[in-house]
Structure formats: structure tokens, C-alpha cells
């Protein structure tokens, strides 16, 4: 049998929101692989590298050319047996590097039962039927928006931010307000149900809001916020200062200039997260990725303030997505309204915890070098992600077996990656796929060997019978 180390071509898309030519990780990690159809054009923005088997950019055996949607279905061992019938002979995950230049849209992703209807009916729009629960690392400082605040915040903004409740509504606001009074924070099931059905009645009314009144709203936020600074929406409240929020709009308005998304961040938590630092973001949570620093590449440094990140995602494999601001894209205003589960609470419950990846072996070298292996294991069966960072040459680490397929990019310095006899090189943009009960070994050949690995094992040892 052939030995499961698999070096991948993959594929990178090019949206308006990525970065623009080499200053893009996706597409350097692209380049890294040799390939007859894709050179990066400097003009061009590249945003996502897609490392999986979804169809709409599957990747493929750099040796061979066949899809690795091909080889894992022709050979189920390599996924596992129950993996493979499990999620019907495809890779259970999507692997992403995301470059972004400037805010992603607004968005939703469906669960599975609403997936396959927005499938069945738009699947122009809807390109699958799988659900799209997804995790976010922060390669370098990043922000975003996530989940809804609590409601106490949300209300401080609706008295503080005229243009905000002039677009909601001053009868939308009030009732607002009195439902949830007293019990912002009751953990009673009554009390929570009635909360997020006067979340969804007051978020709606802005959603639906008419884009001319939008416009003109906008124009009265953009210029209190350039006016106001500390005392800017109310000085804004326990999670964020009134100068970071204006700072805030403006910089979004710069970019989707009078938005509805300028209105939808006093709705959501604004996250920052440190290098490190993880987000789980579950099917019908509402998001949107913004923006953060470029410290990738040893040539990118001067770059670290000017808005722009690359940081490590990993999914669900569907590439189902509900818009509705931050976005020239199709919105889908009233699907996103009603799915959304309006669950409310500090961002702090949405952070990550990772954890020291317990069945790695690390040698002398990386011991003494500080080296680590880092476990992210969101509360979900599909994937988890190592974050392995080999700080001297010559520090090795070496991964038990698990009963399930893994993907690995290396993202920094270079070293090797083998499987049994099987030695390959990996430096910076390299991606393999390795295949289920097959020992991982990476080792260093610089100071500084930074790679990831998303994989998938069914109640095994990283902690999915918990999940």
C-alpha cells in the first residue's frame, strides 16, 4: 500500500476583499506549489487557499494530478473506514488560509436542515447542502465582529446612538427596551426565550430598513464619530471605549461607504483577537471578519498596523454563506433574519480555550527550545486544529497515529515532514495530506518552523467523544 503522505496542490480564490498580489499569503502559499494554470498576477486580490475535497476548488495530488476527492474515495482507508461512511467518501473538513484587506461581509451560516433547503431552491446561492460551523486563529492581531452583545449593551447603544434608533424606530426601540428591563441577564428559560424574540423584532426593523434612509443615517454616524471621539456612543460601553468605536466606523465607512453593517456592529460583539487566540463560531451565528496585521513574512513587518491580517480557518466542508452587509455579493436579508439564533453574551463565551496537544512526543531539542504543539477542538465531531511551532533546528516532534485524515501547511521556516520511511521537505506554503493510523513526524531546519493541522478522528483521543 502506498504510503499516506500525500504533498497537495491547492487551489485560491480571488475575491475583492483579499489581498493584493504577493502582499497575500493564499497566494504565496499557492505559488510555493508548482502549477501550470496560476501565476500571481499584482493587480489581482487573492483572499482564500481552499485545502480539502469541496468540489467548488478541490485539491489535488501534486504528483499524480487527481483529486484527493478521487483518492480518498478510492481508497477509503486513507480517511478511515467510518469517516468515509460517515460523511459520504469526503473529506469532513476545509482547510482555509484567509488574506484579508479589508472587512468580509456580514454573515450566517445555515445549519444543516435550512442548508439543504436553501440548497434544493437557490443552489446558485447555496452551492451545498452540508452546514458550515467554522473556527478562526489568529496568525497575528485580528478583529471582527461576533454573536450579539448583551442585551444591556445593546440597549445603551439604541439611547446613545441617535442615528441608530432613528433608523430602527422610536416605537421598535421602546418596546425593545421595556421587554427586556429587569431580566437583561436572567438565565430562565422564559425570560431568555422572550429576550431573543425582542432581539430578533428590533434587529430585523434595522435589517429592513430602506437603503436611502441607511445612507443618510450613515452620514449623521460617520460625522459624530470623526466629532465625538471618547464620548462617541455614549462612550461606549463595558466592552469597547467610545474613541475605539468611532474609530471603528470610520474606517468601515471608508471601505462600504453608508453601509447597514455601520448600524449592525452596535449589535454584535466587536472581538480583538491576539496572536494565538481562537473563536468557534457555530451554524447561525452571525459574524464578520474585519481586519488585523501582517506579520507572515519577515519582508510583511512594516505592515503590521495598516489593516490587513492572514490568519487559519477551518470549517465544516461547505461553502454556504448568508450576506447581508460589508458586501457588492447577493444578500439574503430575509433568510438571514430568521435564522439566526439570537443567543446574546460577552464574546468572552465565544473565545476558544486551546490546550497543550497531549499525544505529541517532542524531542530534547524542542523541549529545551520552548517548542510546542497547541490543541484547538471546537465542540464539534467534523475537525480540530494543531498549531505546532518547533523554535530550533533540529527539534522534532512526532504525532501518534490517530484513526482519521489529517491536512498540514507549514506557514513559517522551513523543515521535514515524514511518514514511515516516506521524507519530505516542507517549507512555507506546502501542504500534505496524511492519512489515517499513519505516525507523523515534523522536524525543524530553522529557528523558527511554524505549521497546522486540521484533522478528524471519530470519538477518538483529541477529545471528539466530548464533543
Avoid at 442615528?163 to 425570560?191: M, P
Avoid at 471603528?248 to 453608508?258: H, I, P, T
Avoid at 447597514?260 to 468557534?280: P, R, S
Avoid at 501518534?400 to 521524507?423: D, H, R, W
Wanted: a negative charge; hydrophobic letters at 35%.
Amino acid at each position: 500500500m502506498q504510503v499516506p503522505l500525500i504533498r497537495l496542490q491547492c487551489g485560491v480564490n480571488s475575491y475583492d476583499w483579499g489581498k493584493v498580489g504577493r502582499a497575500s499569503a493564499a497566494a504565496k502559499f499557492a505559488a510555493a506549489t508548482p502549477s501550470s494554470g496560476f501565476s500571481i498576477q499584482e493587480e489581482k486580490p487573492y483572499a482564500e487557499l481552499w485545502m480539502g475535497t469541496h468540489p467548488s476548488l478541490p485539491s489535488k495530488d501534486l504528483e499524480t494530478q487527481r483529486s484527493l476527492l478521487d483518492l480518498v474515495q478510492d481508497n477509503q482507508a486513507l480517511m478511515s473506514t467510518e469517516i468515509s461512511k460517515r460523511y459520504g467518501g469526503k473529506l469532513p473538513f476545509l482547510f482555509k488560509v484567509l488574506s484579508i484587506r479589508k472587512a468580509l461581509s456580514i454573515q450566517a451560516h445555515p445549519n444543516k436542515q435550512l442548508a439543504e433547503q436553501l440548497h434544493s431552491k437557490d443552489p446558485d446561492h447555496y452551492p451545498d447542502d452540508n452546514h458550515k460551523p467554522e473556527m478562526t486563529i489568529a496568525i497575528t492581531p485580528f478583529d471582527g465582529l461576533c454573536g450579539f452583545r448583551p442585551l444591556a449593551e445593546i440597549s445603551h447603544f439604541l439611547s446613545s446612538v441617535p442615528s441608530l434608533r432613528k433608523l430602527v424606530g422610536e416605537n421598535e426601540a421602546e418596546c425593545f427596551e421595556k421587554s427586556i428591563k429587569g431580566h437583561e441577564t436572567s438565565s430562565s428559560e422564559q425570560d431568555m426565550e422572550k429576550n431573543k424574540k425582542a432581539l430578533q423584532t428590533v434587529f430585523s426593523a434595522l435589517m429592513k430598513c430602506d437603503r436611502s434612509d441607511v445612507a443618510a443615517a450613515a452620514k449623521d454616524l460617520v460625522a459624530s464619530a470623526k466629532q465625538e471621539g471618547d464620548s462617541f456612543a455614549g462612550s461606549g460601553g463595558p466592552s469597547n471605549g467610545g474613541k475605539e468605536l468611532a474609530d471603528l466606523v470610520v474606517r468601515l465607512d471608508s471601505q462600504f461607504e453608508g453601509d447597514i453593517g455601520l448600524f449592525v456592529l452596535f449589535f454584535l460583539n466587536y472581538v480583538k483577537l491576539e496572536v494565538g487566540e481562537a473563536m468557534f463560531l457555530k451554524a447561525d451565528d452571525i459574524h464578520a471578519y474585519l481586519s488585523g496585521g501582517t506579520i507572515l513574512y519577515p519582508e510583511s513587518l512594516e505592515q503590521s498596523t495598516n489593516g490587513m491580517s492572514d490568519i487559519m480557518e477551518c470549517m465544516a466542508s461547505s461553502d454556504n454563506v448568508v450576506r447581508a452587509g460589508f458586501t457588492p455579493k447577493f444578500q439574503d436579508i430575509p433568510t438571514l433574519t430568521t435564522m439566526l439564533t439570537y443567543s446574546y453574551a460577552p464574546i468572552s463565551e465565544q473565545k476558544m480555550k486551546p490546550v497543550h496537544y497531549p499525544y505529541v512526543t517532542l524531542n530534547s531539542t524542542a523541549y529545551s527550545s520552548d517548542s510546542s504543539a497547541i490543541l484547538y477542538d471546537p465542540p464539534i465531531e467534523e475537525f480540530s486544529v494543531v498549531k505546532t511551532e518547533l523554535k530550533k533546528s533540529g527539534a522534532k516532534a512526532t504525532f501518534e497515529a490517530i484513526e482519521g485524515p489529517s491536512i498540514v501547511i507549514c506557514t513559517k521556516g522551513n523543515g521535514k515532514i515524514s511518514v514511515g520511511p516516506k521524507v519530505k521537505e516542507l517549507e512555507e506554503g506546502f501542504v500534505f495530506f496524511v492519512g489515517a493510523t499513519a505516525e507523523l513526524v515534523l522536524e525543524s531546519e530553522s529557528d523558527d518552523f511554524t505549521s497546522f493541522k486540521a484533522f478528524c478522528e471519530l470519538g477518538g483521543k483529541e477529545g471528539a467523544g466530548d464533543k
